[in-house]
């Protein structure tokens, strides 16, 4: 054959470029992961299993969060007992009666005022507010309510109750507590004796 032109390879022997994947890298970074390959896969092994394991963390199934305290009020109980006499089982102008505060569920509560809606009456309680009461207890209270202007206390209270305030963790409340118709008949004893029996 005579011809002029380039010369063709023959079949077969065509170079090939490698493959992208095979290439090495080139450079400072690439020596050093030529000296270091385990010590690198090592690493991104690791790094993997960590994202992995923190994602498992994150999306694991979380406990519903504690239910709330109750409200002060709904955890106190206040029951009426009997009256308080003076010496000689006199009852006296200032008119005395035995209460029972129950905390039944939450965390301890705290009174923090004791008083009675009449104007013409004074309320003071032993131990003195603030005190506090622990879940699950009881305390006995005194109350002393005094008549500070007979032309204004009731003459005949029907239903009377006890202003309170409590407080606990989760709020502060004003509560009135019905005592029942014995603190009413026992009151309107005690009022009638210290105003005298004048009918107003």
Do not use: W
């Not at 992995?52 to 519903?64: I, N």
């Amino acid at each position: 054959m005579s011809g002029t032109g380039p010369v063709e390879a023959g079949e077969g022997t065509l170079e090939q470029e490698p493959p992208p994947y095979a290439a090495r890298p080139r450079g400072r970074i690439g020596r050093y992961y030529r000296r270091h390959r385990g010590a690198v896969h090592a690493a991104v092994a690791a790094l993997l299993v960590l994202a992995g394991g923190g994602h498992l963390y994150a999306s694991r199934p979380q406990k519903p969060p504690p239910d709330p305290a109750p409200y002060p009020s709904q955890a106190v109980e206040v029951l009426y007992l009997d009256p308080v006499t003076g010496p000689g089982g006199r009852v006296t102008g200032d008119f005395s009666f035995a209460v029972l505060l129950s905390v039944r569920s939450g965390p301890p509560v705290t009174v923090t005022r004791v008083t009675q809606p009449y104007a013409g009456l004074s309320a003071a309680s032993t131990p003195a507010a603030p005190f506090q009461t622990k879940s699950h207890s009881a305390r006995k209270i005194i109350v002393t309510l005094r008549v500070t202007e007979c032309e204004k206390a009731p003459r005949n209270p029907g239903l009377p109750f006890l202003d309170v305030t409590l407080r606990n963790t989760r709020a502060i409340q004003d509560h009135s507590f019905i005592l029942g118709e014995r603190y009413a008949r026992d009151l309107s004893q005690a009022l009638r004796v210290a105003c005298g029996n004048d009918s107003r």
